[in-house]
């Protein structure tokens, strides 16, 4: 089985680049799974995608309520998650697409959003909030993913 770990963000808006933080620190650490980080949005993304049998996403979201460096998980088929805006998709009808241009693409394992707040500033770094809660998110992603395939 072909997996792809897919970090998302934008690293010029402070916490929004926390999906390509987590991504890297996990390249290496999950067997047999490839690792890919992008800025691109939209159909960009289709090409990233085309040729593995799952993908797990990692993005920043942002909701209502929740705390900074909370981490959601969505399952494919299992309520929505607005990732943060700055990527222009909904991902899971972005795979369904390239589904039906006729490429194989892969099931979404899993989107990993993880809480920004309201908002994404403009600055190279994470917030100090969410940047002391950094090991802890890889380490909750990474566990999770390990489980996942070890299910499948």
Known sequence: MKVLVLGMGNPILSDDGVGLLVAHALEGKIPGVEVVTTEMVGLGVLDILVGYDAVFVIDAATTKGKRIGELHKLEEGKGSLHL?????????????????????????????????????????????????????????VRADIIATLAGT
Not at 110 to 139: H, N, W
């Open 84 to 140: 943060f805006s700055s990527h222009g998709l909904n991902f899971p009808e972005l795979v369904q697409l390239g589904k039906e241009f006729g490429y194989k693409m892969p099931e979404v394992a899993a989107i990993y959003g993880i809480e920004i707040g309201d908002e994404a500033v403009f600055g190279e770094g994470l917030s100090p909030e969410l940047a002391k809660r950094l090991d802890s998110i890889i380490e909750e």
